[in-house]
């Protein structure tokens, strides 16, 4: 159960050259007026992604009325870097297309040989996060100042080699899913007998 409630996907650090995100992801600033649009949308706030492992959690789809202020759009593929009180490690990787809070910075990559999913784990590891945390600014809401987020180094991987690894992190979360089955089904037991 311990090993279930702290896992996080890691990716251990090896010999890569390392480049300025802005070189492998832009920034998209695509913005929405929710009231002139009509249909359902997945929204996504910064309450809808889980620190540190970057699910996406709650219920997302809402009738896009109900959404009162402008939003940011973005696409299935892209990150989304919660940049208020950055401590709490929101990154996410978006697996459908969607609006979201303007606290979410929504990075893309520029090329098919950046693979997001592999990049948002990057994104949320805690050598990653410390530096993040050194460029935020204001007191009682801390903020990721934008150009300092892109401004900040990480590694350039072989698509093969984020293939490779993507691979063994999607094993491991199986494994870990089926563990959390097998827990509910034995606490069931348990609150039968």
Known sequence: QQIIDTYS????????????????????SDLIDPQNEKGKVNYIGLENIESNSGKIIGEIECDIQSIKSTKRKFKKGDILFGKLRPALNKVAYATMDGICSTDIIVLRAKSDEFLSEFYSILMRHPEFNAI??????????????????????TYKVS????????????????????????????????MLS
Do not use: H
């Not at 996907?9 to 998209?28: G, S």
């Not at 050194?134 to 903020?143: D, E, H, K, Y």
């Open 159 to 190: 698509k093969e080699e984020q293939k490779s690894l993507l691979v063994q992190i999607q094993e491991e979360q199986r494994s870990i899913a089926s563990s959390e089955r097998m827990i509910e089904l034995f606490q069931q037991k348990i």
């Open 132 to 153: 993040v945390l050194n460029g935020c600014s204001g007191g009682q809401l801390p903020r990721v100042d934008i150009d300092y987020l892109m401004g900040i180094q």
């Open 9 to 28: 996907p890691m990716i251990a650090i090896n010999t890569w050259e390392k480049v300025k995100i802005a070189e492998l992801f832009e920034i998209v």
